[in-house]
């Protein structure tokens, strides 16, 4: 019995390896503060949840169509519309269970084999696995340390190649908290258009912003023909365990996304899809607030991370990432994070799970308590005077 050749091209997300070592240590009594796992650890608005209850009371446990409930796609379009300040159909709104199949089905409908797709590393470990998954070549776009974790734009026409089928963007970014200027966009944009390539931009954290506000790249002129964003309700909304994403997609794809969505899971759950319509339809408060209490942990990784010998950590601009450079302590990345969650219980992520140009850098997700996030500090810094 054998599986399939393409299977070995199949990557993986390191932080769910991460998070059943930190549970298989938990079990054996040991005590993990968790950084590794990018989800905010407050519960779904209750709001939501009573909507989820009276959905399924009112007999929302069928199916239903493949691209999403149409009340659905509506509320989706008109939120993204006053978001981006320009008019979006709900026919270019598909709804999938979580984000990743956004991913995964616009690279499917768009690269064949040897086509290129230039991708953010370091950056989320999906995009460069579903390249290569479906054939394609990934070809990195290095974000730099000494640019705040951004790509040299001026370099990007360097990566590009008459087999070059798309280019994915991600701001904020996971795993580096780093923003895109408006600026930058602005050059992806225009090189997107002279050399006729789709955008595929990764808008989950658009709602986590401590300075400013977001700006989509499919603002500009021409770009809302060729930029898929892929956003959903994991983040901005506490609701990782409900699986609710959506693309928005440009019109020459809406049916060959719909599809994919048929053939494969036939269609998002319901039920679910009627209780997200309450959350892009309820009060911005819970949002807001779950963003006032980041921010105060945001300072106390900075500050703490920064004030250990060895690491240096800019200060995230948005989502709830810190990358600190720890090629100070003398530790390769992975070292650091099997020591520091082996013996020391914090779990944190290596940065190489993010890609080549992650090497010297860790993760850390501070979805956390402040106390959890201070001991967690504290736990790291005794691991690094430890090894003197």
């Keep these: 019995m054998k599986l399939s ?67 659905l796609r509506e509320a ?131 709602e986590m912003y401590y300075e400013g506000d977001h700006y989509s790249i499919s603002r500009f002129e021409g770009m809302k023909e060729r930029t898929i964003i892929l956003d959903g309700f994991s983040k901005s909304y506490a609701m990782t365990g409900w699986r609710l994403g959506y693309g928005i997609f440009p019109e020459f794809m809406i049916d060959a996304i719909t599809k994919l969505m048929t053939n494969s899971v036939s269609c998002t759950s319901v039920f679910s899809q009627m209780a997200a319509i309450e959350a892009i339809k309820g009060p911005r408060d819970f949002t807001l607030n779950m963003m006032q209490e980041f921010r105060k942990r945001r300072e106390i990784v900075f500050n703490g991370l920064n004030s250990i010998d060895g690491i240096n950590c800019r200060l995230p601009l948005g989502a709830f990432y810190a990358f600190p450079n720890i090629s100070g302590t003398g530790l390769s990345s992975e070292e650091f994070a099997n020591r520091a969650l082996n013996d020391y219980g914090v779990a944190l992520l290596s940065g190489t799970a993010f890609g080549e140009f992650g090497d010297n850098y860790i993760r850390i997700s501070f979805a956390n308590s402040e106390d959890n996030l201070s001991k967690a500090i504290d736990r790291l810094s005794k691991m690094i005077s430890d090894l003197k």
């Design 5 to 71: 050749s393409r299977q070995d091209r199949l990557g993986t997300e390191t932080a769910f390896e991460t998070l059943a070592k930190a549970k298989k240590l938990e079990a054996m009594g040991k005590n993990i503060v968790h950084l590794e796992i990018g989800e905010p650890d407050f519960d779904s608005p209750s709001y939501v949840v009573s909507a989820a209850k009276k959905a399924l009371d009112n007999g929302f446990t069928h199916y239903g169509p493949s691209a999403g409930q149409p009340e």
């Design 76 to 206: 989706i379009a008109v939120h993204q519309g006053e978001f981006n300040g320009y008019d979006i159909s709900p026919e270019r709104v598909i709804v999938t269970p979580g984000g990743k199949p956004v991913m995964f089905f616009s690279i499917l409908a768009l690269v064949e084999k040897g086509d290129e797709v230039i991708y953010p590393n370091p950056g989320f470990p999906i995009y460069e696995s579903m390249i290569n998954y479906a054939g394609g070549i990934p070809v990195p776009m290095k974000l730099e340390e000494s640019k705040d974790f951004n790509a040299n734009v001026n370099d990007l026409k360097k990566l590009i190649t008459n087999n070059t089928k798309m280019i994915i963007v991600n701001s904020p970014n996971n795993p580096c908290g780093s923003v895109t200027s408006v600026e930058d966009l602005e050059v992806i944009s225009k090189i997107a258009i002279e050399t006729d390539i789709v955008v595929l931009s990764d808008e989950i954290y658009k």
